[in-house]
């Protein structure tokens, strides 16, 4: 691709700044966690990070018709997005820009309105081990990932998992506690294309861990759309006044219909 | 299946009571032509239908929750039905209730929130010629469908179509025009089936057509849950206390790694 | 359905005339196991089963265009059946027949045929508890089968499990050992509809459990054709020299092309 | 990508040596017009055609693990291609070489081993247009490509096309005479991504189309494999000796079961 590519990074920022455990895993957040997997990359460009304070200033519609990836990360404060932006996020999700939704997203406005379904699950804080395994090795979002590697503790994330099926089902989990979980998917809505990862409990230093942040990476790089708001670009939507093959035609008249 | 299904069916009916022409065409409504296809039917239980006016008194969460399969006519109003009766039906339609939506229904509320996308579509009135063709003789919802027939007089319909990729991908229109159309889709949102067909502009007699009232029938059939309010009786959405298989385990435990 | 469901079992038959182990625990074969899920219910008309023994026999293309579903299980003796008869058989699944394949046939030529892939997986006989989770408590298939059950030992089998990407995916197995399977998947190919059933290792009494007579009863009502033969019937692949739309047309003549 | 791909074309090459008109349009054979797609292309290392003639002697193990995308192109003679050969290719495409299938390849033996159904189809040579609809304009194999263009002269394909659900339908065309056809899909199969497109009957210049040439370009580069031969390196298929995760477990144990 001839641009660099241009990420937002949402991070809610609370558990960071209202726990003192998850603020010694985090102390630049977890969006400052996310955003050194690709810094200093050259196949990257701008890189902005917002948190819930922040967020309305930094999301506007120019930054996210900017933007070529948003980054997703929201877990108690779901509520607090309003639901104008979500509209209108979502709509530049089906113009074209790739969404990364990660961990507790699963519950966000965002990705429920994608996805048109609740995103609901079963949970436990029981710092389990996942087993992930990675179903297709050929995809670009698991280039360098093994066959199945482990996060050594997680929040448990278990089936049934409220979500419409997957484009492309890349990952599931075994949890030490018997559930098992869709952990890795994407999906495409409209010209966006969306990717789910479980990992990622705010407790833990999931988002250091090598394969998490490969993930992360490729993912980025994968959800990147063609061209920036392709959509814009390409199809206005209106009616189709132009009449592609019916030149020759002797074809029925509306307007003699009703008479 | 043991009980009868209960088919509840909406219809905006504004063309039929202000203009003329449509009222001659379907003189008890588009509504009224839908529950012909299915009344006097053994199969059949509770028919119950509403417009536009009575909407919101027949629509009741009562209503819904004895209602398997709901159809969704509209086009002039869509934005005249409540986002907050739209959020009560969709979470039906997530425990499992079937919805058929018709025609000009893929501009409406419900059927954007339930696939995520836009429903746009490029659209000429101009009273085409569509030729569908049957691309899964062996569904249930084709049962007794050639594999080609045609509309002789509808609203074209062309691609690009806002939907995610259907879960069946049933039938595609040929136009007259040079358009082509996916216009049998299913897709599976939660728990509940929905299909969606292109055919039945409010202009021409469609729903009288006998392939249609067939792909209606077959359709509704389809859409009936296993089991009415399914999820709601099988998976209450709490956090999954029971540790499925966590007894012999000498697991992480999570309190101990708060210290 | 108007007609009764015409089912043809074919098992292997080897573990049980060769291991007395497996002999006891099914003294009339797998293939007796599994017609008694079906014999004696009126919604089933003939009912065939046949061996490795006698299968050339029993499997003609007479009996084959009088099935509805077939059900296979076979582990060692792949081989033993004709390639010229897996091209029979597939052609009448492509033509509409229903397929259920049991555990081991993951590796029978007719499976791999079907889908093109390996069908290659992980697998270890350790006789590890396989707890099964229900992805989709409305489809045909699960109706009374709950969010999750165990089958208290079984062969594990893992992923990467070499299939193109399910139809519905329905099942996902949970090991103690700690690999994830897709255990219950369809697929769809030609008119046929395929069904994937993971347990039912030789050596333990699966085919007896409960929930496993549940799912291969509704996947042999759910896999049957809306018609025999239904392509056969209706499709005869033949040029079509019926010009659908070209009467009125002024349209490229391919004799003057050629001059 | 680091490394250049590498690029395996077959031809048939029969019309063009036994057909004077298909000559003229197709002097260095329609090999010749798909190679000067990509050669002299930065981005692109060895590229190799061949023929039915030397087919044999170039598609061998060495060159197919040296290819990373095979583009094929046949019509009359698929069974002069042996079925060991066959086998040998699939293999390599369910190791994650990629494979683009033109026009009448959809009979080949290479289609349909890997797809498990017939390929079948309606066709007419009647030298129609076909308008062809983009149905994913961000999919990197429409990178370039408008909503719609028409091939002036083809030959039709009708469908039913006998061929599972793609993984991604990318187009659909329009036909003069009333039929539609899903002229672009993408399947995957083990690691292997393949392409099919219909465009391209011998006795048209659809090969030096610039729309078709694109298309093909980017298909190519889409189909690489992220790692030559993928699973060979990643996936041995072997028993699961190695217990992920059963150390810490009391679990069952085979051998007391036996006795």
Wanted: aromatic share 12%; with cysteine; charged share 25%.
């Amino acid at each position: 691709m001839d641009r660099k590519i241009n990420v937002t990074i949402y991070n809610e920022n609370f558990h960071e700044t209202n726990d003192l455990e998850v603020a010694k895993i985090y102390p630049q957040g977890i969006h400052g966690a996310i955003k050194s997997i690709i810094e200093n990359d050259a196949e990257f460009g701008t890189i902005r990070t917002c948190t819930l304070p922040d967020h309305a200033q930094v999301l506007t519609l120019e930054t996210l018709e900017d933007t070529d990836v948003l980054v997703w990360w929201g877990h108690m404060k779901h509520r607090e997005i309003g639901d104008e932006l979500v509209e209108i996020i979502a709509r530049r999700v089906l113009d074209g820009m790739g969404v990364i939704f990660l961990h507790s997203s699963h519950a966000s406005k965002l990705f429920k309105k994608l996805l048109g379904t609740s995103g609901s699950l079963r949970w436990r804080e029981a710092g389990e081990k996942g087993r992930l395994w990675n179903l297709m090795p050929n995809h670009p979002i698991t280039e360098g990932i093994p066959e199945t590697f482990t996060v050594p503790h997680d929040e448990t994330y278990g089936e049934l998992f409220g979500i419409p099926t997957p484009h492309d089902l890349i990952f599931l989990t075994w949890w030490q506690g018997g559930e098992v979980f869709r952990s890795g998917c994407t999906w495409i809505r409209g010209e966006g294309k969306l990717f789910y990862l479980q990992s990622g409990h705010e407790t833990f230093p999931i988002y250091y861990q090598k394969e998490i942040r490969t993930i992360i990476y490729n993912a980025i790089k994968w959800a990147c759309p063609v061209t920036r708001n392709i959509i814009r670009q390409r199809r206005p939507n209106v009616p189709a006044l132009e009449k592609y093959e019916l030149e020759d035609h002797d074809f029925y008249v509306f307007s003699e219909h009703k008479k």
